[in-house]
C-alpha cells in the first residue's frame, strides 16, 4: 500500500472512530425521546430541558457522523456521469471537486463558526427559556467540529484521488476500504 494510501486510510481510522462515539448520541436520543413522550403523555408534564436535550443530541450525532459519510461515499453524488468514467477520470473529478469547492466551502464555513461558536462562550449564552439548558456555546461548537470532520473527509479522499491518478486500478475511489458505516 502506499504511503498515501496509509494516511488516507489513517485518517479513515480516526473519522470512524469519532463516528462511533457520535453514534452514542443516538441510543441517548432514543431514551430522552421516549422518556420526554411518555411523561407528556401519561403525566401531563412537559419539559423544556428534555426537548433541548433532543436537539443537541440530534446536533452532536449528525456533526459527528458527518466527515464517516463521505468516506464511505454515502453522500450525495451524480452517479448518471459517475459511473460512466473511467477510473482516472474520477480521480480528477473527485480531486477538482474537493479542492475547488468542498475544501474552500469548509474553510469559509469553518471560519464563521468558530466565530459563532466563540461569541456563544464569549457571552456565556444559555437557552432563551428560563428553564433550558445552560452553556449553549457547547452544542454550538459542534458545528466548527462537524465542519473540521467534512474537511479531514476530504484531505482523506484527496490522498486516495493522487494515490489513483498515479495508479488507478490500486487506489479505486469506490473501493469500501475505508470499513463499515
Not at 441510543?27 to 411518555?38: C, G, K, P, S
Not at 479522499?157 to 491518478?165: D, E, Y
Amino acid at each position: 500500500m502506499s504511503p498515501l494510501l496509509k494516511l488516507s486510510a489513517a485518517l479513515d481510522a480516526v473519522l470512524n472512530a469519532i463516528s462511533r462515539v457520535a453514534s452514542y448520541a443516538l441510543l441517548a436520543l432514543v431514551v430522552v425521546v421516549v422518556f420526554d413522550v411518555a411523561t407528556r403523555r401519561f403525566f401531563q408534564m412537559g419539559s423544556t430541558q428534555l426537548q433541548e436535550a433532543e436537539w443537541h443530541l440530534h446536533t452532536i450525532l449528525i456533526m459527528g457522523v458527518l466527515g464517516t459519510t463521505y468516506i464511505h461515499n454515502r453522500h450525495v453524488r451524480i452517479d448518471l456521469l459517475h459511473a460512466g468514467f473511467s477510473p482516472r477520470t474520477r480521480a480528477l473529478v473527485e480531486l477538482a471537486g474537493i479542492l475547488l469547492l468542498l475544501l474552500p466551502f469548509c474553510a469559509v464555513t469553518g471560519y464563521y463558526a468558530v466565530n459563532f461558536a466563540w461569541t456563544s462562550f464569549i457571552r456565556g449564552e444559555v437557552s432563551q427559556s428560563i428553564d433550558g439548558l445552560p452553556f449553549r456555546w457547547a452544542i454550538k461548537s459542534m458545528l466548527p467540529l462537524g465542519i473540521t470532520l467534512v474537511a479531514l473527509a476530504g484531505l482523506s479522499r484527496v490522498l486516495r484521488s493522487i494515490a489513483a491518478l498515479a495508479d488507478p486500478y490500486s487506489a479505486d475511489l469506490d473501493r469500501q476500504e475505508a470499513g463499515p458505516l
